[in-house]
C-alpha cells in the first residue's frame, strides 16, 4: 500500500512562509488533498490537487495565500503557505483520495481520502 510522508513543518511567525512536502513512497495517480486539524477543533479541508492538474480546490481561508503543486516525478506534492497568520496553525495531513467522485465536492470531503500521512505541525506565532 502507498504510504505518505510529510515533511517541511515548523515555528514561523504570522507573515512567514513555509512549504510542506507529502512524498509518496510509490507513483500515486490520485488526487492529493492537504487538511489540518488545530487542537479542539475539526479536521478541515486545505486544499487539493488532481493527477495532472486539471482540478486546484482551496479552502476560502486559505484562498489566494497557499498554492497545491505536485511533481509527479518525484512523487512529490507540495503546500506552499504563504502570509501566514495564527489561525494558521494546526497540524497539517496530506491524503491520497482513494474514493470515486470527480465533483468538486468529492474533493473537499475527507471520506473520499483512504492513505494519510501521519502529519506535521506548523505553528504560526504572533
Known amino acids: 500500500q502507498v504510504q505518505l510522508v510529510e515533511s517541511g513543518g515548523g515555528s514561523v511567525r504570522s507573515g512567514d512562509s513555509l512549504r510542506l512536502s507529502c512524498t509518496a513512497s510509490e507513483r500515486t495517480c490520485g488526487t492529493i488533498g492537504w487538511f489540518r486539524q488545530a487542537p479542539g477543533k475539526a479536521r478541515e479541508f486545505v486544499g487539493a490537487f488532481t493527477w495532472i492538474g486539471t482540478g486546484q480546490y482551496y479552502a476560502d481561508s486559505v484562498k489566494g495565500r497557499f498554492i497545491i503543486s505536485r511533481d509527479n516525478t518525484k512523487n512529490t506534492a507540495y503546500l506552499q503557505m504563504n502570509s501566514l497568520k495564527v489561525d494558521d496553525t494546526a497540524l497539517y495531513y496530506c491524503?491520497?483520495?482513494?474514493?470515486?467522485?470527480?465533483?468538486?465536492?468529492?474533493?473537499?470531503?475527507?471520506?473520499?481520502?483512504?492513505?494519510w500521512g501521519q502529519g506535521t505541525q506548523v505553528t504560526v506565532s504572533s
Open positions: 491524503a491520497l483520495k482513494t474514493k470515486d467522485g470527480t465533483a468538486e465536492r468529492d474533493h473537499r470531503d475527507a471520506r473520499s481520502y483512504g492513505i
